[in-house]
């Protein structure tokens, strides 16, 4: 048949090569890379002269209250640091792992009293608040881990804050099992309301460094 004669004669057609545009007519990448963003969210992360200096400052302190409190003093103070080192192996910013640390390590040490008070079968009056606390310390935590923003500092302040005016106001009752115990615990929320406030202003100037950096196109 003609028709199909002159559809098949003859060699295949050329396949056609893509157009490059000319490189002057190329999109402009911004020179702010992912890795570049990656590199300054690294050096956030690393401790500087400040971090030296607060932690010669700890451990001056650990010493004077060591020789005054003894285990009072000891046994919250490694749960603490047990905290902000798991935290910290888990790529959170260190004044976020600070903030979460000190609020878990204190938890965990009053849940060692409720738990030793459970096993000797000694009354424990305050175990429906402290399981109330625990709640909000876990929701606190698992948040501050999945956002590190500003919002979870604030919230984390408000807590420490109420659980400062609740351990001050309830002082002589705590004081009758254990008066250092008791003014151990206004140190810790204090130091926590502390870094809280450090964690604030830190994360509001990351975040208006991630606002004020170009987008990568």
Same mark, same amino acid.
């Given at each position: 048949m003609p028709e199909l004669? /002159? +559809?098949?004669?003859?060699? %295949? %057609?050329?396949?056609q090569r893509p157009v490059v545009p000319p490189a002057t007519a190329r999109r402009h990448? %911004?020179?702010?890379?992912?890795?570049?963003? #990656?590199?300054? #969210?690294t050096e956030d992360k690393q401790r500087g002269w400040t971090g030296t200096i607060g932690v010669v400052g700890i451990a001056v302190f650990s010493v004077v209250m060591a020789k005054s409190l003894g285990g009072v003093y000891w046994m919250p103070v490694l749960l603490m640091a047990l905290s902000v080192? +798991?935290?910290?192996? /888990?790529?959170?910013?260190?004044y976020i792992a600070w903030m979460l640390g000190v609020l878990v390590g204190?938890?965990?040490w009053m849940a060692i009293g409720h738990v030793t008070l459970f096993t000797?079968?000694?009354?424990?009056?305050?175990? &429906?608040? &402290?399981l109330f606390d625990l709640c909000i310390v876990i929701g606190l935590t698992v948040w501050g881990m999945r956002a590190q923003s500003v919002a979870v500092c604030v919230c984390v302040l408000l807590y420490q804050t109420i659980a400062l005016g609740a351990n001050v106001v309830l002082f002589d009752e705590f /004081?009758?099992?254990s008066a250092a115990a008791a003014g151990m615990h206004i140190v810790l929320r204090a130091l926590?309301?502390?870094? +809280?406030?450090y964690a604030i202003v830190k994360a509001s100037r990351h975040k208006r460094k991630e606002e004020a950096a170009p987008l990568v196109v």
């Open positions: 004669a /002159a +559809a098949v004669s003859g060699p %295949p %057609p050329l396949p990448v %911004p020179p702010l890379s992912p890795e570049y963003r #990656q590199g300054v #969210q080192w +798991a935290l910290t192996k /888990a790529k959170m910013r260190d204190q938890t965990l000797t079968d000694k009354p424990d009056p305050e175990l &429906f608040t &402290f /004081a009758k099992a926590g309301i502390g870094l +809280a406030i």
